[in-house]
């Protein structure tokens, strides 16, 4: 599975802006990772492709949206009231799986996309 992101770039608090992810080769779910300097990866959302459904992290839920359009086989990340907390390199990450609440990585990673949030 090759994943390619795009979309990142800077914004002001409080703006919006999405990160698109396609994906070569079939996956059963999507997901989204993000890593500030200095910080561990940690997870942001997901979605799976059998019924749909969406995953979020409890700092990102209510502001940002994880949707597939499964014709072009890509996965989107809509951001908004963006805080500069949000700055971070995000990942697109291929079948991440979830452990008792808690979800870890797939082993196929794009390139990453740097989003910057100024205050």
């Known amino acids: 599975v090759q994943l390619k992101e795009s979309g990142g770039g800077l914004v002001q608090a409080g703006e919006s802006l999405k990160l698109s992810c396609s994906a070569s080769g079939r996956t059963f779910r999507m997901g989204w990772f993000r890593q500030a300097p200095g910080k561990e990866r940690e997870f942001v959302a997901a979605?799976?492709?059998?019924?749909?459904?969406?995953h979020y992290a409890a700092s990102v839920k209510g502001r940002f949206t994880v949707s597939r359009d499964n014709a072009k086989n890509t996965v989107y990340l809509q951001m908004n009231r963006l805080k500069p907390e949000d700055t971070a390199v995000y990942y697109c990450?291929?079948?991440?799986?979830?452990?008792?609440?808690?979800?870890?990585?797939?082993?196929?990673w794009g390139q990453g996309t740097q989003v910057t949030v100024s205050s």
């Open positions: 990450n291929a079948d991440p799986m979830e452990f008792g609440g808690r979800w870890a990585s797939g082993d196929y």
């Open positions: 979605f799976t492709t059998t019924g749909g459904s969406t």
